[in-house]
């Protein structure tokens, strides 16, 4: 078995954007993996914003420059798979640091059950920096791995396809026999493509040792334009996500939420959490409905203005 992996070519892609000295760290640590990618390919977008002093010395490394208006979250991940001969395809986000340096091995050991198409990471977030999503990510990306199927979806509902290309990796066979990534989402395309291989019979893999930080400090502002995306992009694309419901489950998550709080001593933080939940849940049902909204009103929910300017309904 260690024979046969050893063959497979395995390939990390991570779109980029104005790049911080964080960035680097993150290829500094990707260096130190106990199984490197054989290749580290970077969408760049916008040459101008990309300090090639980042990949000094990594000759693994490949720089693909692209305009603004060209990125697309499934197509440029497309274009960037479309570049690679690699048995095993892993995406990462620019702001996601490894935890350790076994992330990409426990990427791969789940593609041992053939069953398995997609496999995702641990989010973990710094609980003196953010107590609130270091909880909530505890929720999304608990301590036990799963394995998910089509069997799953009446106990798991949406959470069956639930996967972040934040840290996921996709068995090459099984993304192009589904189409790769969907295009022109407004976001969400990770999971598009995770539900595709649900439909198709395959599984997908939760595997909590893949370890990385992640996690985003959003005004309940922020949240409600991102929430109004995400229900945007599973209106839109259909399939199973109008199969199942989503509300209960972040309903869920508050309920556990304000339960850690308020035992761990953090109660000052519900009004916070309260106050942020319902910008989710507004900003949620509004993106449901988003057929019904003018124009005008979809471009002060969204953001992603660039991805409205592409659509031509709602004038």
């Not at 710094?126 to 909530?136: F, W």
């Not at 066979?173 to 595709?196: C, H, P, Q, R, W």
């Not at 198709?200 to 109004?228: C, I, P, T």
Request: net charge positive.
């Amino acid at each position: 078995m260690k024979q046969e992996e050893k063959k497979q070519q395995v390939d990390l892609i991570i779109p980029v954007y104005k790049p911080t000295k964080q960035f680097k760290i993150t290829l500094q640590r990707i260096h130190k993996q106990t199984r490197k990618p054989d290749r580290i390919i970077l969408m760049n977008t916008e040459e101008e914003f990309f300090d090639p002093s980042f990949i000094e010395g990594m000759n693994d490394v490949e720089v693909y420059h692209i305009k603004k208006f060209e990125f697309d979250h499934g197509g440029t991940r497309n274009q960037a798979a479309n570049l690679s001969k690699a048995d095993i395809l892993i995406f990462m986000t620019q702001d996601a640091i490894p935890a350790d340096e076994y992330v990409i091995e426990q990427l791969i050991e789940p593609f041992k059950d053939e069953e398995v198409a997609a496999v995702y990471g641990r989010q973990m977030a710094d609980e003196k920096k953010n107590p609130i999503e270091a909880y909530t990510r505890t929720f999304n990306y608990p301590l036990q791995s799963r394995k998910k199927t089509k069997e799953d979806l009446k106990e798991l509902g949406i959470k069956t396809f639930f996967c972040s290309n934040v840290c996921a990796a996709y068995r090459r066979d099984d993304y192009d026999m589904a189409g790769g990534f969907v295009l022109n989402t407004i976001f969400n395309e990770d999971m598009i493509l995770a539900s595709k291989f649900i439909e198709m019979g395959k599984a997908v893999f939760y595997n909590a040792k893949a370890k990385v930080w992640h996690w985003h400090d959003y005004s309940a502002r922020e949240q409600l334009h991102r929430n109004f995306d995400l229900a945007v992009s599973q209106r839109k694309y259909g399939g199973l996500f109008l199969e199942v419901k989503s509300e209960s489950e972040g309903i869920r998550l508050v309920q556990k939420t304000l339960q850690y709080l308020w035992k761990s001593g953090r109660w000052y933080l519900m009004p916070k959490l309260i106050w942020q939940s319902g910008f989710k849940f507004l900003g949620y049902k509004l993106g449901c409905s988003y057929e019904k909204l003018p124009k005008w009103l979809i471009l002060k929910l969204t953001m992603n203005l660039e991805y409205w300017k592409e659509v031509k309904e709602h004038k």
